[in-house]
């Protein structure tokens, strides 16, 4: 696992634990200050955890050149990040890195601000409005096409939050723009399409992740409940069957029948795409 910007290393410890002793976790930041701080606890908490070998390593360098930092391609299962993509003034070259270094199969799972549209040039040096994370938030469908060049044409939303600006004079500069902070989830693959297709698939979700006994959330619009079959698109069943949750979904089914694009007019994926076919009970959009 890899954080980018991970500051004083909080998140790279909680991954730390999650992976277990075998595992690794990598902390990149490019701030020496916040990495000295995350290596003095390297000791206290390796023995925390109880482990004998040490699971993490924290490097300074940029999310925009990870190559510097000698994070080789296709290395890496899991990139987490929260609250600093929005600072990259280079933001083409952290999504370029990230895909270059994620294995095939691979998650990007990170928490960011996102804005309704473009943010205003002027405002883009807006120290105030950079520090406070809003200058550089990404503007939605600037994120869609910056992970389309990686060739990833699906994302999903897993959480998403109305930012509310309580301050006047940030309320007043920024004027009509609208923040959320989200969390994200896109993976390395290949097949995925732009909009979701229908090929009859199903998956049902094993109940085998040891946190997750009764229910998982893949995304807002993907809860799968232990045990029980959902007619999914075929991008839902590649990111199930060709991904760290294979072994926890049975998906049956393949794609050498097309019936026509699946039903996603609550919104399940990235684009923003409206088909007229009747929803499915129980179908993977709802
Ligand atoms: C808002 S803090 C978030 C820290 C951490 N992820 C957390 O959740 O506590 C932003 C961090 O990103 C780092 N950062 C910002 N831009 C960066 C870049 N281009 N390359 C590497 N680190 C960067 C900063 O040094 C800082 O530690």
């Known amino acids: 696992m890899l954080d980018l910007g991970c500051g004083t290393g909080r998140d790279v410890y909680i991954v730390s634990k999650l992976v277990g002793e075998q595992g690794n976790s990598i902390g990149i930041d490019m701030t020496d200050e916040q990495l000295h701080v995350a290596k003095r606890h390297i000791d206290s908490q390796m023995k925390r955890f109880g482990y004998k070998r040490t699971n993490v390593d924290f490097k300074q360098g940029y999310i925009e050149d990870l190559h510097s930092a000698g994070i080789i391609d296709n290395s890496i299962d899991v990139v987490i ?24 199969g691979g998650e990007l799972y990170f928490s960011d601000v996102f804005a309704d549209r ?87 979700y094993k109940g085998t992740i040891p946190e997750h006994p009764h229910s998982f959330e893949l995304d807002e619009h993907h809860k799968f409940i232990t045990g029980k079959p959902v007619l999914v698109c075929g991008n839902t069943a590649s990111m199930l069957q060709n991904t760290r949750y294979a072994k926890h979904w049975t998906v049956m089914g393949n794609k050498t029948v097309h019936y026509g694009p699946f039903d996603c007019t609550s919104n399940c994926t990235s684009n923003s795409v409206t088909v007229s076919a009747a929803q499915d009970i129980n179908s993977c959009c709802q």
């Not at 609250?83 to 294995?103: A, Q, Y």
């Open 81 to 104: 990040s929260n609250c600093v993509l929005n600072l990259s003034p280079d933001k083409s070259s952290v999504f370029k890195e990230i895909f270059r270094v994620l294995k095939p």
């Open 118 to 204: 473009r943010i205003p040039e002027r405002l883009k040096d807006d120290s105030v409005l950079f520090g406070e994370c809003l200058a550089g938030a990404l503007y939605m469908e600037d994120f869609r096409r910056l992970l389309a060049e990686q060739g990833c044409l699906d994302y999903r939303v897993v959480q998403s939050q109305k930012i509310e600006i309580k301050n006047a004079d940030i309320e007043k500069k920024i004027g009509m723009v609208s923040f959320d902070s989200k969390t994200i989830r896109a993976f390395k693959l290949d097949d995925l399409e732009d909009i979701c297709e229908d090929y009859g698939e199903v998956a049902t």
